[in-house]
């Protein structure tokens, strides 16, 4: 007996080994598709085009839930980040200040709001493909889209 192709592929979860989940991730913060590494994937900073210039993968998957995760991700880079901010402002200055930390915070925020806006886009994306690696059937299908959406009336431009 012979064994078949494994059924699950298509749409189970696949435990990501530690090489893969890197390259992907990589690939997101060069701001390169992670998918196949290449690109262009910006429209412009703050929007990501449809598809991949090169693989042709929609970058949102033809999904709406992606924008959940894209916030979540945005807003823990930003927490991230500003807390590293914090610290390290604390450490290094004897007497702390409090004024520039009251005004400079939530402008730095803002500052990282739209610095980190497509590497949290590429990086959920990059989270999604590690759970759910693009097969080859579902690639062709993102070819040979040309709406963000799998539906005409959820579509959004
Ligand atoms: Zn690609």
């Known amino acids: 007996m012979t064994h078949g192709p494994e059924m699950d592929s298509e749409t189970g979860m696949e435990l ?14 060069l701001l390169r598709c992670p998918n196949c590494g290449h690109g262009p994937v910006l429209e412009h ?10 693989c042709g993968l929609r970058l949102q998957r033809g999904e709406h839930d992606t924008v959940m995760g894209f916030a979540f ?9 500003s807390y590293a901010v914090l610290v390290v402002t604390l450490l290094v200055t004897r007497a702390t200040p409090w004024d520039l930390l009251e005004n400079g915070l939530p402008l730095l925020v803002l500052v990282e709001l739209f610095a980190f806006f497509p590497f949290a ?3 959920w994306l990059a989270f999604d493909l590690t759970l759910r690696p693009v097969t080859a059937s579902e690639l062709e299908w993102h070819r040979s889209a040309t709406r963000a959406y799998e539906t005409e009336r959820d579509a959004i431009r």
């Open 45 to 54: 900073w703050m929007k990501l085009r449809l598809k991949c210039g090169t």
């Open 121 to 123: 886009k590429l990086l």
């Open 73 to 81: 991700i945005l807003f823990t880079l930003i927490g991230l980040f």
């Open 16 to 29: 990501p080994t530690l090489g893969r989940t890197l390259r992907l991730f990589g690939r997101a913060f």
